[in-house]
């Protein structure tokens, strides 16, 4: 039996399984209330006459509620600790001004007990460290999970035989907690732990955010720094002896562990100025170490006037939290951050600003109205100057377009530059890495790097040398990932969506006074209703086990987890699901609506080749498809959940305005897919390309019984674009036009099982763009295309692998 389970049985001892509540209706009610009613409106709820007469709850009153609530066993305990401050500024009475801070946190040690021991982890738990190979010679290495990668590894040969590790991953940031006006912020800090498989994860604490007016402001922020060090060394204490000795722990398989939490990653708090590398001295120096840097600290806090602490752009915090964390190395625990390092910084405030600067914020709005539709692609229809709140999904929608979007209007040197940027960019964010896609990271850098001063030869970089902190991080990417996994791992984006859940949220629902101890009350309660809705998911599944036996039979032996070695294997599958179905449409409003000229013609040549008799004539009826959804094989480079690897390709007809009720009307809906085919073409042999064309799906239909021809599947009007040639050496990009013959458009009806996925091509705009094409007649309009390798992760790392792993069969 897990812990979990065995503290609230015992919190429970003697009472029903529903604890305080009567039944499980009661239960439900209650659970619905917590989650969606307001505490100040939980009153008025309850004295609703239609809850008082037909559901009567025992609890009558929110007191009453509250305290059932507060019955239920809850979580780890928060604690208060208060600091005290001496500014460096007097009052009248020359006297230091002080202040006071409150630091509400949880033990990190119990944390590390609650996950470890929580059941619901139990099949995304590791306890020891694995290797994963791609191929069965075991020359290409896989890294996602944290203990597929170095740090645990080494660590795991330090520490004595049969520990079990559990690393530690923290983060933070100060958000704000009032919406529109007010100073109320607050500053989580998030734990994790790395045993747990990165889509899962959190337990949060706060810190204080002062006012710090006792200091001057001379001093304020070297105090705010200090302060941040106390505060973090109170909540971190705990873990000094267990990292050292160890602590046993039940585990979520009901093993009993010798557990070693060890702190191994938490962004930016090596003491080191914001503008300063925290992992590296400088450009070409080596990494930064313990030793170096108390050592500065400590000639700092002596007085001395030092040059090289200055120069490291160290901060004088005399004793900085991490010094006495054993086996943690801070210096080694700065992981990538995609969203503020790479989306945010590299793209949007560097890449972005230089392209605007030469080739103007009209031309670049004017690009971005114009992109063909996609059903996966945001359309910016008012062009991206004009968006005025910016997020990682914006800053996603914009990268998925803009190597195509800006192709022919730069300089071969711009455009390998940008190229190798996105390159970099989308590597990073694999959810797996091979020795292949870890190689390519690097090679995306280093083109980046050697060609990167076209910018400042053009002036759009105003300043004359490459000193950015964000560009610079990009050099240790490779080694961070081999270090710690995968970079989609520690995303600075799942943090700030733990804000609106954890801070805003709580803070919502107190008075908005004295709100971090509501706060916190607020989130045990959540807490508390979260845990015991899976004790009984636990014992309605057959696992309750009143004489507390373990369902495994050997709840208390202490296993010696050492670590293994497994040989992965990718498999392939695809399935096809079809919807949205029209009912007896003509073929010549097909024809008017589709715009497919040919579909008669071509339904005509599949009919005669599958041995029919009766030609198709304009009046007769087609019950057609408006999407077809396929499922992508799943590849462990791109794919984590099932929900991304739906694919919808779209064979809609406009839809007409109505007067009444008034509704807009809708553009038709058409998309490119890649198509397989038996063709062979030189330049796509032995990629992930290899026999596969694109084409525009414009028609998905069941054929008829009148035409007396047997088929397994519905089929597909499509209009074909020319076969892949070889890329172009700048953009990297496949160029294709439509295919023509007898300048009508070369029309093909096949089986829907021929569509191998979705596709996106984007115009080839040139030096400018045309300012008659729109996004609704672009695909018409324009004559030459680029295929778009960036439009998903996906199909970038099918088309950037050219392993045979990576292809789709």
């Not at 020795?435 to 090679?443: P, R, S």
Request: some cysteine; overall charge neutral.
């Amino acid at each position: 039996m897990s812990r979990l389970s065995h503290v609230i049985r015992d919190e429970l001892k003697g009472a029903d399984v529903l604890g305080p509540f009567a039944n499980g209706e009661e239960w439900e009610l209650a659970k619905w209330s917590i989650k969606n009613v307001g505490h100040n409106a939980t009153e008025s709820f309850l004295k609703l006459p239609i809850i008082k007469r037909r559901v009567d709850p025992d609890f009558k009153t929110k007191d009453q509620f509250l305290d059932r609530i507060d019955e239920l066993p809850s979580g780890v305990e928060w604690q208060r600790r208060v600091l005290s401050l001496i500014g460096d500024l007097k009052d009248e009475d020359g006297n230091p001004l002080t202040e006071d801070l409150k630091l509400w946190f949880r033990d990190p040690v119990e944390c590390v007990h609650e996950l470890m021991g929580n059941p619901v982890f139990r099949k995304v738990m590791k306890y020891s460290p694995v290797k994963l190979f791609n191929d069965a010679e075991e020359r290409s290495e896989s890294i996602d999970e944290m203990w597929t990668a170095q740090w645990w590894w080494e660590l795991q040969k330090v520490l004595p035989p049969g520990a079990t590790i559990s690393p530690i991953i923290l983060s933070s940031d100060k958000t704000k907690l009032s919406q529109f006006k007010g100073d109320k912020t607050a500053w989580p800090v998030y734990l994790t732990i790395g045993n747990i498989a990165k889509d899962v994860r959190r337990q949060a604490s706060y810190l204080p955010v002062g006012k710090f007016n006792c200091f001057s402001e001379k001093m304020r922020s070297v105090a705010r720094y200090r302060t941040f060090h106390q505060c973090m060394t109170m909540l971190t204490s705990s873990l000094v002896e267990p990292g050292q000795k160890g602590i046993t722990m039940t585990c979520a398989d009901s093993f009993v562990r010798r557990v070693f939490p060890i702190l191994a990653a938490y962004c930016l708090v090596a003491c080191c100025m914001e503008n300063q590398c925290p992992i590296c001295n400088h450009e070409d120096a080596g990494i930064r170490t313990h030793t170096e840097t108390e050592l500065l600290l400590d000639r700092n806090k002596d007085g001395w006037r030092d040059v090289e602490f200055e120069a490291l752009g160290i901060h004088p915090v005399h004793e900085p939290f991490w010094s006495k964390l054993p086996y943690s190395n801070i210096f080694q625990s700065f992981t990538p951050d995609l969203l503020h390092q790479l989306h945010k910084g590299v793209f949007k405030d560097h890449l972005v600003k230089w392209i605007t600067e030469i080739i103007g914020t009209k031309e670049l709005d004017e690009r971005y109205k114009s992109m063909t539709n996609d059903s996966d692609i945001r359309h910016f229809k008012n062009g991206i100057s004009s968006v005025s709140q910016w997020t990682g999904a914006e800053y996603k929608a914009m990268q998925k377009v803009f190597v195509g979007l800006i192709a022919g209007s730069v300089s071969d040197n711009v455009m390998i530059c940008v190229r190798a940027a996105l390159d970099f960019i989308y590597y990073s964010s694999l959810h797996c890495h091979s020795t292949d896609t870890l190689t390519a990271l690097q090679n995306a850098l280093n083109d980046f790097h050697a060609h990167k001063q076209i910018f400042i030869d053009l002036e759009a970089r105003k300043a004359t040398h490459f000193n950015i902190p964000k560009l610079h991080a990009m050099k240790h990417y490779v080694a961070l990932i081999r270090h710690f996994g995968s970079a989609d791992g520690f995303n600075t984006e799942s943090p700030e969506r733990l804000h609106i859940d954890y801070a805003k949220n709580a803070y919502r629902a107190s008075n908005k006074k004295d709100y971090v101890i509501q706060m916190t009350r607020w989130l045990q309660r959540q807490e508390a209703v979260d845990r015991f809705t899976l004790f009984l998911d636990w014992t309605e599944n057959g696992e309750y086990k009143a004489d507390g036996a373990s369902e495994h039979g050997m709840g208390r032996e202490l296993m010696d987890d050492t670590g293994d070695i497994t040989v992965a294997v990718t498999s392939i599958d695809l399935d096809v699901d079809i919807t949205s179905l029209l009912r007896n449409v003509s073929a010549a409003k097909i024809i008017q609506q589709h715009q497919t000229s040919y579909f008669l013609e071509a339904l005509d040549v599949f009919l005669t080749a599958h041995g029919g008799v009766i030609k198709p004539l304009a009046h007769n009826g087609f019950d057609l498809f408006k999407t077809i959804t396929l499922t992508l094989p799943r590849i462990s480079f791109a794919s984590c959940t099932s929900d991304r690897l739906k694919n919808i390709i779209r064979a809609s007809p406009p839809v007409l305005p109505t007067p009444n009720p008034q509704k807009s009307g809708e553009s038709a809906h058409m998309d490119f897919a890649l198509i397989s085919t038996n063709e062979r073409n030189e330049s796509t042999e032995g990629t992930a390309l290899e026999g596969l064309r694109v084409a525009l799906v414009c028609v998905l239909f069941k054929l008829p019984a009148v035409y007396r021809v047997q088929v397994a599947h519905p089929l597909a009007y499509i209009e074909w674009y020319t076969p892949f040639s070889n890329p172009n050496p700048h953009s990297g990009l496949y160029t294709l036009k439509p295919s023509k013959r007898n300048r009508h458009p070369c029309g093909e009806i096949i089986p829907v099982t021929r569509i191998v996925r979705n596709a996106h091509l984007i115009p080839y705009f040139g030096c400018e763009k045309d300012r008659s094409w729109t996004s609704e007649n672009v695909r018409e309009k324009c004559k030459v295309f680029s295929f778009n390798p960036y439009r998903d992760l996906h199909i970038f790392t099918q088309f950037k692998g050219g392993h045979a792993h990576f292809k789709i069969k």
